[in-house]
């Protein structure tokens, strides 16, 4: 079976830095792309950053220029480091991949469990 597992976030001041980490573990044979989802109290859950397995990169109008996606495919993980915090990017961040197990099976979409961010003084 596929897990995925993030680590990373806390509680940070406005105007600092984090970094997300998400490792994809199990009976993997390829990943296509990853994504960084989050999702604040009341909202719903919404996309934040994307890259694809040759590295081609998407980002949310509202964190363009502060984010920033990577990933290391020998080791399936992606990472978000994040920067210039706002409040209103706390939020739960969920890492999600399209994962094969197999040659001869379907891509599958997979969710992490999440991680909190909170970005208050």
């Known amino acids: 079976q596929v897990q995925l597992v993030e680590s990373g976030g806390g509680l940070v001041q406005p105007g600092g830095s984090l970094r997300l980490s998400c490792a994809a573990s199990?009976?993997?044979?390829?990943?296509?792309?990853m994504r960084w989802y989050r999702q604040a109290p009341g909202n719903q859950r919404e996309s934040v950053a994307t890259?694809?397995?040759?590295?081609?990169?998407n980002y949310a109008d509202s964190v363009k220029g502060r984010f920033t996606i990577s990933r290391d495919n020998a080791k399936n993980t992606v990472d978000l480091q994040m920067n210039s915090l706002k409040p209103e990017d706390t939020a739960v961040y969920y890492c999600?991949?399209?994962?094969?197990?197999?040659?001869?099976?379907?891509?599958?979409?997979?969710w992490g469990q999440g991680t909190q961010v909170t970005v208050s003084s």
């Open positions: 999600n991949a399209d994962i094969r197990s197999d040659y001869y099976v379907n891509y599958v979409n997979y």
């Open positions: 199990g009976t993997i044979f390829s990943i296509t792309v």
């Open positions: 890259i694809t397995s040759d590295g081609r990169r």
